[in-house]
């Protein structure tokens, strides 16, 4: 027996569907469908969804019954799918129709790189305390939307309700000038939401230089935001509040 992440066929299955749907009606936009599209594409799902984990036979038969009847779960992998195969068919790698190997020269190891982890969060109704499944994302760095390590990761990203508020990103690597640099970087999070008041986020992430050789680049850590809540529009917001003395006041 092994840990098997349901989601992983699941999902897989629903691509294939979606891209032979598309290719029957001939539509205009789907430029490909070759594998590496797909495993894009199926990366670009997984990564917006909780996994279902279960090692027995058993526990997969019973969280594959719950999928079935999970009808809201069927519909965001669905919405995922579309947005996914879109956002791949619109922007494909440099390397597309080659090996699944974007970050050759990052590790080559002939260059050091500061690296970071990857960064996720969750947002909700600062009214409610339920998630938004409608709010959009975008990570800044040096005032401008921040690149990433590679297509399956999507910057403004958005939430749905598969994945109760959740986001991520995977930031791609800065070029060091040696290793063992040590450096902070500032990064901002904007995030907006249909009726709600845009709110902003800066933080901060010390990173040190690594060469890597022979290994993935994606990050094996991550950095958890701190909950962001958004409030309706012209409402005012209570944790702004505090209380003032007739000091102040007189002031």
Not at 123 to 148: C, H, R, W
Not at 159 to 180: I, L, Q, R
């Amino acid at each position: 027996m092994k840990v098997t992440n349901l989601m992983e066929d699941y999902v897989r299955a629903h691509v294939d569907d979606m891209y032979e749907r598309l290719k029957a009606e001939n539509v205009s936009w789907l430029t490909c469908d070759c594998e590496n599209c797909r495993m894009d594409t199926e990366c670009y799902v997984l990564n917006r969804i909780p996994p279902k984990y279960t090692i027995s036979g058993r526990g997969v038969n019973h969280a594959q019954s719950e999928l079935e009847t999970a009808k809201q779960v069927m519909a965001d992998v669905d919405t995922l799918v579309m947005d996914g195969i879109r956002i791949i068919s619109g922007s494909k790698r440099p390397n597309h129709g080659s090996s699944y190997t974007s970050d050759a020269e990052i590790v080559s190891g002939k260059y050091p790189y500061f690296f970071f982890p990857i960064f996720s969060g969750a947002v909700y109704d600062g009214t409610t305390f339920e998630s938004l499944s409608n709010a959009q994302i975008t990570i800044l760095y040096n005032g401008k939307p921040a690149k990433m390590l590679d297509s399956t990761w999507q910057n403004p990203c958005n939430t749905f309700k598969a994945t109760e508020g959740g986001y991520s990103f995977c930031v791609e690597p800065e070029k060091a000038k040696k290793e063992g640099l040590a450096k902070d970087f500032s990064f901002e999070l904007l995030i907006r939401a249909p009726g709600y008041d845009t709110i902003n986020y800066a933080f901060s992430v010390p990173v040190v230089s690594k060469i890597l050789k022979g290994a993935s680049a994606r990050p094996d850590y991550s950095l958890k935001i701190q909950d962001l809540f958004l409030f309706p529009e012209g409402m005012v917001n209570p944790m702004e509040r505090y209380p003032v003395s007739d000091d102040e006041k007189s002031k």
